[in-house]
């Protein structure tokens, strides 16, 4: 199973984290979520905002490409690169991952989940 590496995010995830069992098909946004790791999901990985916007510093590659309804929404997500993914619709491959969760997010209204 590829490695799924999540920089250090001040508020989310501040140590970092290094995931060595990322499964293969699952989205980036679940395996964050199963591993403790609480990335803002406001529409419940539906695709339907951009609270789980990660850019990918490694192995964006390996990713398929994003839908364009996925694009469509990543217009809208605070600090866009050109390796953005909504990790709710990203789906890991086989390979190692690197992801960034931006210091923002447009989400107004932050719940507990």
């Not at 989205?27 to 979520?33: A, E, M, P, T, Y």
Request: aromatic content about 2%; some cysteine.
């Amino acid at each position: 199973m590829p490695k799924l590496t999540v920089l250090p995010h001040p508020e989310i995830c501040p140590a970092g984290a290094v995931i060595d069992d990322a499964p293969v098909g699952a989205s980036i946004c679940r395996v964050l979520l199963d591993h403790d790791i609480d990335i803002d999901h406001a529409c419940e990985l539906s695709c339907a905002c951009t609270t789980c916007h990660v850019i990918v510093r490694q192995g964006f590659s390996s990713l398929e490409d994003a839908t364009d309804s996925e694009e469509d929404l990543l217009d809208k997500a605070w600090g866009l690169t050109s390796t953005s993914r909504l990790s709710c619709q990203a789906l890991i491959a086989d390979a190692d991952l690197t992801v960034e969760i931006p210091k923002y997010t447009i989400n107004h209204a932050k719940e507990d989940h």
